[in-house]
T-cell receptor, first 112, second 112 residues
Protein backbone atom coordinates (compact mmCIF):
# COMPACT_ATOMS: atom_id res chain seq x y z
CA UNK A 1 0.00 0.00 0.00
CA UNK A 2 1.54 3.29 -1.16
CA UNK A 3 -0.63 5.50 1.04
CA UNK A 4 -2.22 7.14 -2.02
CA UNK A 5 -5.94 6.48 -2.32
CA UNK A 6 -8.21 6.83 -5.33
CA UNK A 7 -11.94 6.60 -5.70
CA UNK A 8 -13.88 5.13 -7.29
CA UNK A 9 -12.07 1.93 -8.19
CA UNK A 10 -14.24 1.31 -11.24
CA UNK A 11 -16.48 3.61 -13.21
CA UNK A 12 -18.77 2.74 -16.11
CA UNK A 13 -20.49 5.53 -17.97
CA UNK A 14 -21.81 6.51 -21.38
CA UNK A 15 -20.41 8.71 -24.10
CA UNK A 16 -21.07 12.38 -23.59
CA UNK A 17 -21.20 12.09 -19.82
CA UNK A 18 -19.00 13.74 -17.19
CA UNK A 19 -17.18 12.02 -14.34
CA UNK A 20 -14.99 13.05 -11.44
CA UNK A 21 -12.09 11.00 -10.18
CA UNK A 22 -10.72 11.62 -6.72
CA UNK A 23 -7.24 11.22 -5.31
CA UNK A 24 -5.90 11.62 -1.78
CA UNK A 25 -2.11 11.88 -1.61
CA UNK A 26 0.12 10.36 1.03
CA UNK A 27 0.07 12.26 4.29
CA UNK A 28 2.22 15.36 3.94
CA UNK A 29 2.80 15.09 0.19
CA UNK A 30 2.17 18.40 -1.56
CA UNK A 31 2.45 17.29 -5.17
CA UNK A 32 -0.19 15.31 -7.04
CA UNK A 33 0.23 13.97 -10.56
CA UNK A 34 -2.39 12.48 -12.86
CA UNK A 35 -1.58 9.85 -15.48
CA UNK A 36 -3.67 8.07 -18.10
CA UNK A 37 -2.90 4.50 -19.12
CA UNK A 38 -4.87 3.13 -22.06
CA UNK A 39 -4.96 -0.58 -22.87
CA UNK A 40 -1.46 -1.89 -23.52
CA UNK A 41 -0.12 1.64 -23.42
CA UNK A 42 2.38 3.42 -21.30
CA UNK A 43 1.80 6.08 -18.71
CA UNK A 44 0.79 9.41 -20.19
CA UNK A 45 1.31 12.37 -17.92
CA UNK A 46 -1.74 14.63 -17.75
CA UNK A 47 -1.18 17.30 -15.13
CA UNK A 48 0.59 18.11 -11.87
CA UNK A 49 -0.52 20.18 -8.91
CA UNK A 50 1.67 21.43 -6.11
CA UNK A 51 0.09 22.79 -2.94
CA UNK A 52 -3.04 23.82 -4.77
CA UNK A 53 -1.41 25.35 -7.81
CA UNK A 54 -1.04 23.88 -11.28
CA UNK A 55 2.65 23.09 -11.76
CA UNK A 56 2.97 21.26 -15.07
CA UNK A 57 0.71 20.23 -17.89
CA UNK A 58 1.16 17.28 -20.21
CA UNK A 59 -1.06 15.76 -22.85
CA UNK A 60 -4.30 16.72 -21.19
CA UNK A 61 -7.32 17.27 -23.40
CA UNK A 62 -9.34 20.45 -23.11
CA UNK A 63 -12.31 18.30 -22.05
CA UNK A 64 -10.33 17.31 -18.96
CA UNK A 65 -9.59 19.51 -15.99
CA UNK A 66 -8.22 19.06 -12.52
CA UNK A 67 -7.82 20.87 -9.26
CA UNK A 68 -6.20 20.41 -5.88
CA UNK A 69 -8.05 21.47 -2.79
CA UNK A 70 -6.76 23.04 0.45
CA UNK A 71 -6.70 19.62 2.14
CA UNK A 72 -4.44 18.54 -0.77
CA UNK A 73 -6.79 16.00 -2.27
CA UNK A 74 -7.21 16.33 -6.01
CA UNK A 75 -9.98 15.73 -8.49
CA UNK A 76 -9.75 15.01 -12.19
CA UNK A 77 -12.84 15.98 -14.15
CA UNK A 78 -13.48 14.33 -17.50
CA UNK A 79 -16.32 15.69 -19.60
CA UNK A 80 -17.96 14.96 -22.96
CA UNK A 81 -16.58 11.47 -22.63
CA UNK A 82 -15.65 9.48 -25.70
CA UNK A 83 -15.02 5.78 -26.15
CA UNK A 84 -11.29 6.49 -26.40
CA UNK A 85 -11.24 7.91 -22.90
CA UNK A 86 -11.63 4.41 -21.51
CA UNK A 87 -8.45 3.82 -19.55
CA UNK A 88 -6.85 3.42 -16.18
CA UNK A 89 -6.32 6.76 -14.48
CA UNK A 90 -3.61 6.90 -11.86
CA UNK A 91 -2.67 9.60 -9.51
CA UNK A 92 0.67 9.78 -7.78
CA UNK A 93 2.06 11.96 -5.05
CA UNK A 94 5.48 13.10 -3.93
CA UNK A 95 6.89 14.98 -0.99
CA UNK A 96 8.44 18.45 -1.09
CA UNK A 97 11.81 18.36 -2.85
CA UNK A 98 11.58 14.60 -3.27
CA UNK A 99 11.59 13.00 -6.69
CA UNK A 100 9.96 9.68 -5.84
CA UNK A 101 6.35 9.41 -6.92
CA UNK A 102 4.03 6.95 -5.20
CA UNK A 103 1.10 5.72 -7.23
CA UNK A 104 -2.44 5.10 -6.14
CA UNK A 105 -4.38 1.95 -7.14
CA UNK A 106 -6.00 3.69 -10.09
CA UNK A 107 -9.54 4.23 -11.34
CA UNK A 108 -10.63 2.07 -14.24
CA UNK A 109 -12.95 4.07 -16.49
CA UNK A 110 -15.07 2.36 -19.10
CA UNK A 111 -17.01 4.54 -21.52
CA UNK A 112 -19.76 2.71 -23.39
CA UNK B 1 10.92 18.28 -23.51
CA UNK B 2 12.49 15.03 -22.42
CA UNK B 3 12.05 11.92 -24.57
CA UNK B 4 12.62 8.47 -23.09
CA UNK B 5 12.94 5.38 -25.27
CA UNK B 6 12.79 1.88 -23.83
CA UNK B 7 13.84 -1.46 -25.32
CA UNK B 8 12.87 -4.19 -25.75
CA UNK B 9 9.09 -3.95 -25.66
CA UNK B 10 8.80 -7.63 -24.77
CA UNK B 11 11.29 -9.97 -23.16
CA UNK B 12 11.06 -13.65 -22.33
CA UNK B 13 13.67 -15.39 -20.21
CA UNK B 14 14.02 -18.75 -18.55
CA UNK B 15 13.73 -18.83 -14.80
CA UNK B 16 17.13 -18.25 -13.27
CA UNK B 17 18.49 -16.31 -16.23
CA UNK B 18 19.19 -12.58 -16.21
CA UNK B 19 17.07 -9.88 -17.82
CA UNK B 20 18.25 -6.50 -19.04
CA UNK B 21 16.05 -3.58 -20.04
CA UNK B 22 17.56 -0.45 -21.56
CA UNK B 23 16.39 3.14 -21.72
CA UNK B 24 17.79 6.23 -23.37
CA UNK B 25 16.91 9.83 -22.60
CA UNK B 26 17.40 13.05 -24.50
CA UNK B 27 17.62 15.84 -21.93
CA UNK B 28 21.07 16.10 -20.37
CA UNK B 29 19.48 17.98 -17.47
CA UNK B 30 17.63 14.85 -16.32
CA UNK B 31 19.01 13.80 -12.98
CA UNK B 32 16.64 11.21 -11.52
CA UNK B 33 15.82 7.84 -13.07
CA UNK B 34 13.28 5.55 -11.40
CA UNK B 35 12.13 2.11 -12.48
CA UNK B 36 8.58 0.92 -11.85
CA UNK B 37 7.10 -2.55 -11.97
CA UNK B 38 3.46 -2.93 -12.88
CA UNK B 39 1.59 -6.17 -12.54
CA UNK B 40 -1.54 -6.64 -14.59
CA UNK B 41 -4.29 -4.25 -13.51
CA UNK B 42 -2.29 -2.92 -10.57
CA UNK B 43 -0.51 0.29 -9.77
CA UNK B 44 3.09 0.95 -10.80
CA UNK B 45 5.44 0.28 -7.91
CA UNK B 46 8.88 1.78 -7.55
CA UNK B 47 11.50 -0.97 -7.49
CA UNK B 48 14.73 0.98 -7.75
CA UNK B 49 15.95 4.44 -8.64
CA UNK B 50 19.23 6.18 -9.38
CA UNK B 51 20.38 9.75 -9.31
CA UNK B 52 22.77 11.32 -11.77
CA UNK B 53 25.65 11.51 -9.31
CA UNK B 54 25.76 7.71 -9.06
CA UNK B 55 26.79 5.22 -11.74
CA UNK B 56 25.30 2.05 -10.31
CA UNK B 57 22.93 0.97 -7.59
CA UNK B 58 22.01 -2.52 -6.42
CA UNK B 59 19.22 -3.94 -4.33
CA UNK B 60 19.40 -7.71 -3.97
CA UNK B 61 18.67 -9.18 -7.43
CA UNK B 62 18.00 -5.80 -9.03
CA UNK B 63 20.57 -3.29 -10.24
CA UNK B 64 20.46 -0.12 -12.28
CA UNK B 65 23.35 1.41 -14.19
CA UNK B 66 23.57 4.93 -15.56
CA UNK B 67 25.82 6.29 -18.30
CA UNK B 68 25.37 10.06 -18.33
CA UNK B 69 27.69 10.58 -21.28
CA UNK B 70 25.72 8.26 -23.49
CA UNK B 71 22.42 9.24 -21.85
CA UNK B 72 21.27 5.73 -21.16
CA UNK B 73 20.39 3.66 -18.14
CA UNK B 74 19.58 0.00 -17.71
CA UNK B 75 17.75 -2.31 -15.34
CA UNK B 76 19.36 -5.65 -14.58
CA UNK B 77 17.46 -8.47 -12.90
CA UNK B 78 19.48 -11.54 -11.98
CA UNK B 79 18.24 -15.03 -11.06
CA UNK B 80 14.82 -14.22 -12.44
CA UNK B 81 11.75 -15.80 -10.87
CA UNK B 82 8.20 -16.22 -12.22
CA UNK B 83 7.00 -13.45 -9.89
CA UNK B 84 9.28 -11.05 -11.75
CA UNK B 85 6.88 -11.32 -14.70
CA UNK B 86 5.34 -7.87 -15.15
CA UNK B 87 5.63 -4.69 -17.20
CA UNK B 88 8.61 -2.54 -16.30
CA UNK B 89 8.71 1.19 -16.96
CA UNK B 90 11.73 3.46 -16.85
CA UNK B 91 11.40 7.20 -16.37
CA UNK B 92 13.50 10.33 -16.27
CA UNK B 93 12.98 13.74 -14.78
CA UNK B 94 15.10 16.89 -15.02
CA UNK B 95 13.95 18.58 -11.86
CA UNK B 96 12.92 17.63 -8.38
CA UNK B 97 9.16 17.63 -8.07
CA UNK B 98 8.49 17.76 -11.76
CA UNK B 99 6.76 15.35 -14.05
CA UNK B 100 8.23 12.01 -15.00
CA UNK B 101 8.81 11.16 -18.62
CA UNK B 102 8.09 7.45 -18.92
CA UNK B 103 9.37 4.92 -21.39
CA UNK B 104 6.85 2.80 -23.25
CA UNK B 105 7.33 -0.24 -21.02
CA UNK B 106 8.83 -3.72 -21.29
CA UNK B 107 6.66 -6.77 -20.75
CA UNK B 108 8.87 -9.35 -19.04
CA UNK B 109 7.85 -12.98 -18.95
CA UNK B 110 9.84 -15.43 -16.85
CA UNK B 111 9.27 -18.97 -18.02
CA UNK B 112 9.37 -21.56 -15.24
Amino acid sequence: DSGVTQTPKHLITATGQRVTLRCSPRSGDLSVYWYQQSLDQGLQFLIQYYNGEERAKGNILERFSAQQFPDLHSELNLSSLELGDSALYFCASSAFRQETQYFGPGTRLLVL
Amino acid sequence: GENVEQHPSTLSVQEGDSAVIKCTYSDSASNYFPWYKQELGKRPQLIIDIRSNVGEKKDQRIAVTLNKTAKHFSLHITETQPEDSAVYFCAATPNTGNQFYFGTGTSLTVIP
